[in-house]
């Protein structure tokens, strides 16, 4: 029987409760599709910081690296706000990130049947939507250098540098290749050519490497039109390629585009190392403890780590399966608009998950 070291970061906010519902979902899957696993938890985010003094202690990142696989709730909270940079849990994340080397960061955007009329959108044009963001996750604005604040006769000066290398390119277009050759063939690099250097090389790169995939339809687009034509029409995309920065604010965009940003998965890899799994969504400090989130983000990047990290696709499409059967009976929590549910508390959305097993 196989057995996988999966590491747990429940992180802060929601993160705790959102977590609960995945390891009983884990065990639950452990007998069904007979595999063992160890699940070590570890301090993540602000919650290290308040018990180990940094936000991603040197232990935990240790335990990732030695895991199969991550799985990571959420990390953040206002509170932590007036920390200096290095001890934000988010510095922490990024890290994580960079500690692992993970430079795809995948973000399907699938819509589920009976959540329909749960998106701010018409349903004539979300119905076909089924896209995947891949965002390069370990370079570009997010920890470009230089960058600071300074002081400039008397004035502040605040300034980021977004900065790729052909190669950090080339490795995110090879991603997006191997992704969409298992789907649509087509494919969109998001940049901004127009006005940045770093996008005219994004762009450049990315062309002369789609020349050896005659097959693969592609196009070019400037993040704005990108931003306009995934609310307009967002059925016309397959996968979308695009640097740290464009691909943060889209797939937050996307994900509305499924009725809630609690609805959406990820995964970030590497190209040997273990993978990290986490929802989309952050940890949402306001409903924290109220035992009112929803689970099923955290419970799709759940099969998203036993899809890709851990080869077990039966226990993955099984979660789906639970998941579209629970909504499909009308079962929601509060985040998803939809006049005719019964709304469920994170628990009780869990459980229900479970019992579809
Ligand atoms: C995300 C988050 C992070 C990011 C934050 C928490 C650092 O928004 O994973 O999309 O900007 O990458
Ligand atoms: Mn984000």
Same mark, same amino acid.
């Given at each position: ?41 570890? !301090? ?26 991550? !799985? ?191 609805? !959406? ?93």
């Amino acid at each position: 029987m196989n057995n996988y070291k999966i590491v747990l970061l429940s992180g802060d906010g929601i993160g705790p409760e959102i977590s609960n519902v995945s390891k009983k979902l884990l065990s639950k899957l452990s007998e069904k599709y007979k595999f063992n696993f160890e699940l070590k938890e570890e !301090l993540f985010g602000g919650i290290a910081y308040e018990q180990k003094g940094s936000p991603a202690p040197q232990e935990t990142l240790e335990s990732c690296k030695s895991s199969d696989a991550v !799985l990571l709730a959420c990390v953040g909270d206002i509170k932590y706000d007036s920390l200096s940079r290095d001890l934000r849990p988010e510095t922490g994340l990024l890290k994580l990130r960079s500690e692992l080397n993970l430079f795809a960061n995948i973000r399907p955007v699938k819509i589920r049947r009976s959540l329909l009329n749960a998106s701010s959108l018409r349903k004539e044009i979300i119905e076909n939507v089924d896209l995947i963001v891949v965002r390069e996750l370990t370079g570009g604005i997010y920890f470009g250098e230089p960058r600071g604040i300074v002081n400039i006769s008397g004035e502040k000066k605040g300034f980021n540098t977004m900065t790729y290398s052909a190669s950090e390119i080339k490795r995110i277009t090879d991603v997006a290749i191997k992704i969409t050759k298992k789907r649509n063939n087509k494919i969109c690099s998001v940049d901004k050519a127009n006005v940045l250097e770093v996008s005219q090389l994004w762009r450049e790169t990315v062309e002369e490497i789609m020349k050896n995939h005659p097959d693969i339809e592609f196009s070019n687009m400037y993040v704005d039109n990108a931003a306009m034509q995934l609310i307009r029409d967002p059925s016309q995309f397959d996968v979308i390629v695009t640097n740290n920065l464009f691909g943060d604010i889209l797939s937050d965009l996307a994900a509305m585009l499924s009725g809630s940003i609690g609805m !959406l998965p990820s995964a970030s890899l590497s190209n040997d190392g273990p993978g990290v799994f986490e929802p989309v969504h952050g940890s949402a400090p306001d409903i924290a403890g109220k035992d009112i989130a929803n689970p099923i983000a955290m419970a799709l990047s759940t099969a998203m780590m036993l899809r890709i990290g851990l080869n077990e696709p039966n226990a993955a499409d099984n979660i789906e399966l639970a998941i579209d059967n629970v909504l499909s009976k009308g079962f929601r929590t509060s985040d998803l608009i939809d006049k005719d549910a019964q709304i469920l508390s994170c628990t009780e959305m869990g459980e229900k998950i479970i019992q579809e097993i």
